[in-house]
């Protein structure tokens, strides 16, 4: 996310071409944990860290309703990938990489496509659809409120999908890349399920999620960054010629920082 985490309405162009049309850089750091106890069919407890840093350029133009989006992938850091990853291929796949979608006026994203090659290693598609909060307009310090969504993701030969809900407050302004920022904080909570191909046959997928995320936005509501944790514990149940069902706990933290 920022949580399961997750991505609203971005900064100023730097020099935009076209009216209506800006285009930001921002610094993504993106942490994955997993440990799957596999005890119960003797295979004790295993896990992996995944760390990234991408560097990304998003381009948002005025449409009907809110703007179109456009990601470009300028490069990826790869910190730490789980053995039998192939770090330079996906590596070398993910740079100028090109995402599409729509941000309306509330800082939904809908409609996240990848134009070329599946970088799924990487979670970029899920991260731009979790990336924004979204804000009520007019929100001043001290207000809450609540949003839920749903959303489906394609993970390894399956789908999953997740019910989330999001409580929202505003905090006090900081400074944030030498700008004015309103802080939203906000506690996230996600109830998963679907299913995935897995090396011992079909798996179904459930359980919940717990996280925390902080956002920030400049005049005229621009996405100037923001962190996110989140927990989330699941039962994974392979469906193969002995059933078993395994523990899985996913740890994910989230970073983003617009470059000025």
Same mark, same amino acid.
């Given at each position: 996310?920022?949580?399961?985490?997750?991505?609203?309405?971005? &900064?100023?162009?730097?020099?935009?071409?076209?009216?209506?049309?800006?285009?930001?850089?921002?610094?993504?750091?993106?942490?994955?944990?997993?440990?799957?106890?596999?005890?119960?069919? $003797?295979?004790?407890?295993?896990?992996?860290?995944?760390?990234?840093?991408?560097?990304? @350029?998003?381009?948002?133009?005025?449409?009907?309703?809110?703007?179109?989006?456009?990601?470009?992938?300028?490069?990826?850091? @790869?910190?730490?990938?789980?053995?039998?990853?192939?770090?330079?291929?996906?590596?070398?796949?993910?740079?100028?990489?090109?995402?599409?979608?729509?941000?309306? @006026?509330?800082?939904?994203?809908?409609?996240?496509?990848?134009?070329?090659?599946?970088?799924?290693?990487?979670?970029?598609?899920?991260?731009?659809?979790?990336?924004?909060?979204?804000?009520?307009?007019?929100?001043?310090?001290?207000?809450?409120?609540?949003?839920?969504?749903?959303?489906?993701?394609?993970?390894?030969?399956?789908?999953?999908?997740? *019910?989330?809900?999001?409580?929202?407050?505003?905090?006090?302004?900081?400074?944030?890349? $030498?700008?004015?920022?309103? *802080?939203?904080?906000?506690?996230?909570?996600?109830?998963?399920?679907?299913?995935?191909?897995?090396?011992?046959?079909?798996?179904? #997928?459930?359980?919940?999620?717990?996280? #925390?995320?902080?956002?920030?936005?400049?005049?005229?509501?621009?996405?100037?960054? $923001?962190?996110?944790?989140?927990?989330?514990? &699941?039962?994974?149940?392979?469906?193969?010629?002995?059933?078993?069902?395994?523990?899985?706990? &996913?740890?994910?933290?989230?970073?983003?920082?617009?470059?000025?």
């Amino acid at each position: 996310m920022l949580p399961t985490t997750t991505i609203s309405l971005l &900064l100023a162009a730097l020099a935009p071409h076209v009216a209506g049309t800006t285009t930001t850089r921002y610094q993504v750091t993106q942490r994955m944990e997993q440990e799957v106890d596999a005890s119960g069919v $003797g295979g004790g407890k295993q896990g992996f860290v995944v760390k990234t840093t991408s560097f990304i @350029a998003v381009t948002l133009t005025d449409s009907a309703g809110g703007k179109s989006m456009k990601v470009v992938v300028d490069s990826v850091r @790869a910190d730490s990938l789980p053995p039998g990853m192939p770090i330079d291929s996906l590596i070398k796949k993910a740079k100028g990489a090109t995402f599409t979608g729509f941000v309306d @006026a509330t800082g939904k994203v809908s409609d996240v496509k990848n134009a070329g090659e599946s970088l799924q290693g990487l979670q970029l598609e899920s991260l731009l659809r979790d990336m924004f909060p979204r804000a009520r307009k007019g929100f001043k310090t001290g207000d809450t409120w609540t949003d839920t969504t749903t959303s489906n993701s394609k993970i390894g030969g399956g789908e999953l999908s997740a *019910r989330t809900i999001t409580t929202y407050k505003a905090g006090a302004n900081e400074t944030v890349a $030498g700008m004015k920022a309103a *802080r939203l904080d906000a506690n996230i909570t996600s109830v998963i399920a679907g299913s995935q191909a897995t090396p011992g046959g079909s798996a179904d #997928i459930e359980g919940t999620s717990a996280g #925390i995320a902080s956002y920030f936005l400049g005049p005229n509501s621009e996405f100037l960054g $923001g962190t996110s944790n989140s927990t989330s514990n &699941l039962s994974v149940t392979i469906l193969g010629a002995q059933t078993a069902t395994l523990p899985v706990v &996913l740890k994910q933290t989230v970073d983003i920082k617009v470059l000025r």
